[in-house]
DNA sequence: TAACTTTGTAAGTGATTACTTACATCAAGG
DNA sequence: CCTTGATGTAAGTAATCACTTACAAAGTTA
């Protein structure tokens, strides 16, 4: 009988990165924040705490990558939805939608995101956090005022309080997604927040 | 020339809990959560490290007596604004205008129940988080349905949502107070967001 | 005043942290 | 095949953590 003992295999470093920033966020959402070490980290990869340090210069630089790569890929989403040519109420329900599902899908990211913002004096990382939180304003705002400029909507809304009032709806999801572990929020949940939108909007 | 030398006084424990938890609301706004030990703790009261775990038994326990002291003062407060005799809509002004003001004046204790929620699976500390939560969303609707009982308010709003996209406010009130350090948000700001509550109430 | 409890300190404790060092092994190119 | 650079490991490192211990001194009560 012949046994193979699996043994970690040599990836290059760009392989390595992305395990290691999935590995965060496993972490962070099934064991906590404070549990996420850079032992943990190795053990939960299966490779020496040592090798960590190959791919990442520091344990921030890991957190540091992450945050950036929501910017890119969340908001690039977000963006591509504000600025199609698709009707001011469609963009807005593709808007908060996958922003719903965005944010149920990578749990872990947006309690690393807040958490961060509070336990950290890093600039660097806080810019990132506001640049994060105001281009998911401005987008949304675009949204508005296209529609009011169309004429659908109510030209006598304050958009800026609007999109601050919208903002509350990814914020609280997270909260209830942390506290109630991800078990409430169906599907329909970004529908719902469609429809106060909308009621708002209304001339 | 007599020189007095201050010397740490003995103060009763109570006293002493009183300014433990008040210098870790400090630190937690000035120094961020990082930076929240049991040494800069002592060190910022003036006392030794040892003398904090006469008054309390674990760092942990310092964390819970703070939450559970919002528990009494915020929750009671909105508890009391929530049941008055006031009008609906007298009512929701003053349940949102002292909720901000009193997460502006708390800026510390904000920061830290969102990152306790995500950084500890310590369940009596997460059942109290939840439960400021749920308090805070069943006040509202509390008033909301008295509003509709009474026949000034639209009663085809779910309340159930309205009361969801409600705990934004303070909650995207907090990120803004973190990620901005607490510059921006005059004292309008609650009006502006109780004008738009009662747009999405009105009839 | 004597006995006892409470509040304080200085100097520890072992555990854990992020990160480093010395060295092995693998893949690729000349 | 041999050199070279990238990727891996085991075993460190000093620093920091929450918390303890032994003891002193102050306040209280008998």
């Known amino acids: 009988m012949i046994t193979y003992i699996k043994v970690m295999e040599r990836q ?3 392989t390595r990165q992305g395990q290691i920033k999935q590995a965060v966020l496993d972490i962070i959402y099934t064991d906590g924040l404070k549990n996420l070490s850079t032992r943990n980290l190795a053990k939960r990869i299966g490779m020496s705490e040592g090798a960590i340090f190959r791919h990442f210069a520091t344990k921030q630089d890991i957190i540091l990558a992450i945050i950036q790569d929501v910017q890119t890929d969340f908001i690039g989403q977000l963006r591509k939805i504000a600025t199609s040519s698709l009707e001011p109420k469609e963009r807005l329900q593709k808007f908060i939608c996958s922003t719903v599902q965005y944010l ?7 309690m690393l995101l807040f958490s961060e913002a509070s336990h ?3 600039e660097q990382l806080k810019s990132t956090l506001r640049q994060i939180f105001n281009n998911q304003k401005s987008l949304v705002s675009k949204i508005f005022l296209d529609g009011i400029a169309e004429g659908t909507w109510d030209e006598e809304i304050p958009v800026e309080n609007l999109a601050m009032l919208y903002m509350g709806i990814p914020v609280s999801l ?5 506290l109630n572990r991800g078990e409430s929020q169906n599907d329909n949940f970004c529908k719902k927040m469609l429809s106060l939108m909308l009621k708002l909007l209304k001339r």
């Open 12 to 14: 290059n470093s760009e």
């Open 104 to 110: 149920t899908d990578n749990k872990g990211i947006t």
């Open 120 to 122: 950290n004096n890093d």
């Open 174 to 178: 997270n909260i209830e997604l942390i």
